[in-house]
């Protein structure tokens, strides 16, 4: 064959192939082999941490560390493998404690005066948990804490990942409290808050302040979204002021109204779902 004829082979070879011919490429599929059907496994497995944290010891982040550092169990093997899968029906302890998922708890408490907030006190003193000890059968705990003469919301639950995030500063959870002085405060030092107030070293953020309307110029409001022990008190005797009481009326959104001093109550679903969008 010459070379003339040859080459109209291969065009005619071009014109009969669409796959050799970019005129058909497009839009073109090719066959692709039959690949062996697979078998679909349901995966019912909830990760370790995340187990943990429904669980109210801790959060996820926290779980972690404890996962790492061998604190964790399942069925008495000792599990230190980050995305380990529970499987239902496996027994998982924590420092030997053999742990299970509760049902989310979340009580709202107006802390009455005299009791400080911690799970026990050595010491006999009163707890906040005497007064919450009948909310609930799970083990919940306070997010935060109010000092001893502090009045004011305190909130519990077991939900580990939302008390992490309630308390972190980074999320401008809202505090607002209403403080009685020794005296009034003035506008010259009224003025102060509303700046850069140094406490111990420390920058303080101050979202807002003012006089109480309608009352005497030593009711103060006062916002802030710090977590530091003591700090709304701290704040005013920095500037020479006691704080005489000290009650939080607003935490994260949630108020005080039909809530009695010394009474608690479950949050409703709503609240719960505002706290979670913080």
């Known amino acids: ?11 005619a070879d071009r014109n009969s192939n669409p796959q050799g011919n970019k005129r058909f490429n497009k839009g073109f599929k090719k066959n692709k082999p039959n690949k062996p059907a697979q078998k679909k496994t349901e995966d019912t497995g909830i990760r370790l941490n995340k187990f943990i944290a429904n669980s109210g010891i801790c959060s996820r982040r926290e779980a972690d560390t404890y996962i790492e550092h061998g604190s964790v169990s399942v069925n008495n093997k000792l599990v230190t493998e980050m995305g380990y899968k529970v499987q239902p029906g496996d027994e998982v302890r924590f420092d030997g404690t053999l742990i299970s998922i509760e049902k989310k708890r979340y009580i709202l408490l107006n802390k009455p005066k005299n009791y400080i907030t911690t799970m026990e006190d050595d010491r006999g003193r009163k707890t906040v948990m005497e007064i919450v000890a009948n909310a609930t059968k799970e083990r919940i705990y306070p997010v935060g804490r109010l000092d001893r003469n502090t009045t004011g919301l305190l909130l519990f639950t077991n939900d580990g990942e939302l008390a992490k995030k309630l308390t972190h500063p980074k999320h401008n959870v809202r505090k607002l409290y209403h403080a009685s002085l020794d005296k009034k405060l003035s506008l010259s030092d009224l003025d102060k808050l509303r700046g850069d107030v140094i406490i111990e070293g420390r920058k303080v953020f101050i979202d807002a302040v003012s006089y109480v309307e309608g009352e005497r110029k030593t009711e103060v409001g006062i916002e802030i979204h710090s977590g530091r022990n003591r700090i709304v008190r701290k ?5 020479g002021y006691t704080v005489k009481k000290l009650d939080r009326v607003v935490f994260a959104g949630m108020t005080k109204k039909n809530l009695p001093r010394g009474r608690w109550r479950e949050l409703t679903q709503q609240e719960v779902n505002n706290l979670q969008m913080l």
Do not use: L
């Open 1 to 11: 064959m010459n070379s003339k004829n040859s080459s109209r082979g291969r065009q």
């Open 235 to 239: 704040i005013f005797e920095h500037f």
